[in-house]
């Protein structure tokens, strides 16, 4: 079980709490796109094994979106950040370095 802290309101809670909402940090594709470019916003996600960057929502809390980083095979939580920020803040990037030294980075 995922334990997840809002960072909107503080609040900690078991992933019951939240509602995912996928990948997080997706390029939004421009109003001159080609078909493909939709298709692939649309459809095509990266689902990595490790470290991965998703959306949530404080379903029965402040009901405000976050995005996450944590690990898909152990599940480990590396923290939560605003929904606001186009790529992963510093401080998350360095608190999976700090554990996983041979990760090769966000794309």
Same mark, same amino acid.
């Given at each position: 079980?995922?334990?997840? !802290?809002?960072? *909107?309101? @503080?609040?900690?809670?078991?992933?019951?709490? +939240? %509602?995912?909402?996928?990948?997080?940090?997706?390029?939004? +594709? &421009?109003? &001159?796109?080609?078909?493909?470019?939709?298709?692939?916003?649309?459809?095509?996600?990266? *689902?990595?094994?490790?470290?991965?960057?998703?959306? /949530?929502?404080?379903?029965? &809390?402040?009901?405000? /979106? +976050?995005?996450?980083?944590?690990?898909?095979? !152990?599940?480990?939580? +590396? @923290?939560?950040?605003?929904?606001?920020? %186009?790529?992963? #803040?510093?401080?998350?990037?360095?608190?999976?370095?700090?554990?996983? #030294?041979? /990760?090769? &980075?966000?794309?």
């Amino acid at each position: 079980m995922l334990i997840l !802290t809002c960072p *909107n309101c @503080g609040v900690s809670g078991e992933e019951t709490e +939240f %509602t995912p909402g996928g990948e997080a940090h997706l390029k939004r +594709f &421009g109003p &001159g796109s080609d078909d493909e470019a939709f298709t692939g916003y649309l459809f095509e996600r990266k *689902n990595p094994k490790g470290v991965h960057f998703e959306r /949530w929502r404080h379903a029965y &809390g402040c009901g405000k /979106w +976050f995005h996450a980083a944590r690990c898909t095979v !152990t599940l480990e939580v +590396f @923290g939560t950040y605003s929904a606001q920020t %186009t790529e992963p #803040p510093a401080h998350i990037i360095d608190a999976i370095k700090t554990k996983r #030294p041979d /990760w090769e &980075g966000y794309e």
